[in-house]
């Protein structure tokens, strides 16, 4: 699975990117989980421990898997991600909203295998550049995943995922 959080700040900067995300202010955030305004600052600024509970509620009320909050994204999508800003476009919110997916798909994958439940797909051509070649595998395969996940999610629309 993909390496946890290193502290509340992290967690904390993985909520508000997610809340800019849903277009949420801090306020908005807070009512849709029954907290006050000032605890979802102290939570994003990494000053507020978060319980169970919360976490769930937060990862419900944004839209994201919980493990999106509390352990960073695979190394093979960090590469093409570019920080969300705080008053970001709905393309933006859309692209980050697909990440947080991809994450959690890449998660889950790499549980399975190391799981020994299934193996991942050879998606490579036997002679062609890196085949076979262990260290190209997770690129290869985030790139073989980005390209079911627009098929699924957009059919008949490219260019959802920046290449």
Known sequence: MGARAQGWAEVGERIAEARHAAGMSQGDLAEQVGLDRTMVVRMESGRRRITALELFRLAEALDVPVAHLVSRPPEALVSRRRPLEEHADDASRARFRLDARLEEHARNARWLVSGGFTAPPDVRQAGSPG????RSRPAMLAQWS????RK?????VRGVIAR
């Open 131 to 134: 085949f076979g070649d262990p």
């Open 146 to 149: 980005a390209g079911r996940m």
């Open 152 to 156: 699924a999610l957009n059919p008949g």
